[in-house]
T-cell receptor, first 114, second 109 residues
Framework: DTEVTQTPKHLVMGMTNKKSLKCEQH?????MYWYKQKAKKPPELMFV???????INESVPSRFSPECPNSSLLNLHLHALQPEDSALYLC?????????????FGSGTRLTVV | KNEVEQSPQNLTAQEGEFITINCSYS?????LHWLQQHPGGGIVSLFM???GKKKHGRLIATINIQEKHSSLHITASHPRDSAVYIC???????????FGEGTQLTVNP
């Protein structure tokens, strides 16, 4: 298995909803990443987990809450989002915290906040 | 000035043409990545370079560390190559990619 699987592919949520994005990989990668990408812009790093521990939080608002229950799974819990949070959310993984062996990206979850 | 700059921003080519996308960076790097993003959103990693040149099929990537410059070449371009190509610099401390703004490539039949 050489993929990063993200679910759901599309999500529409209201500003008062609570939802979660899921990312899974079975390549034995020990670093996992969440990126946010607005239309026609490059991805922006949100969080990095290395060996299941949060190593980087790019000053992301607390309405985004990451979780790494095990080395294969990464979640992003969403609560009280704003319309400007609508974006493509990408998950990626790499063999170690350095990415020197390359990154594998998922297909993304396209989130719309209404 | 962005730390990673790509050119051109947009590129339209006819099928079969040779294509070059350029990337210049101003930061110290441990590796330079070329990524491809199709309209559906998923990103595919094409190359990771720390020196020299790599080739995969019709794609060639080169890097000149002294000049802080990398190029992605596509030979015999095809409409299925139409996508956004993104250059990303990986810093020396790892775990962080600095992305260029991307090059939107359209290859017409």
């Amino acid at each position: 298995d050489t993929e990063v699987t993200q679910t759901p592919k599309h999500l529409v949520m209201g500003m008062t909803n609570k939802k979660s994005l899921k990312c899974e990989q079975h390549m034995g990668h020990r670093a996992m990443y969440w990126y946010k990408q607005k239309a026609k812009k490059p991805p922006e790093l949100m969080f990095v987990y290395s060996y299941e521990k949060l190593s980087i939080n790019e000053s992301v608002p607390s309405r985004f809450s990451p979780e790494c229950p095990n080395s294969s799974l990464l979640n992003l819990h969403l609560h009280a989002l704003q319309p400007e949070d609508s974006a493509l959310y990408l998950c990626a993984s790499s063999p170690a915290g350095w990415g020197h062996y390359g990154y594998t990206f998922g297909s993304g979850t396209r989130l719309t906040v209404v | 000035k962005n730390e990673v700059e790509q050119s051109p921003q947009n590129l339209t080519a006819q099928e079969g043409e040779f294509i070059t996308i350029n990337c210049s960076y101003s930061v110290g790097i441990s590796a330079l990545h070329w990524l491809q993003q199709h309209p559906g959103g998923g990103i595919v990693s094409l190359f990771m370079l720390s020196s020299g040149k790599k080739k995969h099929g019709r794609l060639i990537a080169t890097i000149n560390i002294q000049e802080k410059h990398s190029s992605l070449h596509i030979t015999a371009s095809h409409p299925r190559d139409s996508a956004v190509y993104i250059c990303a610099a990986e810093g020396t401390s790892g775990s962080r990619l600095t992305f260029g703004e991307g090059t939107q490539l359209t290859v017409n039949p």
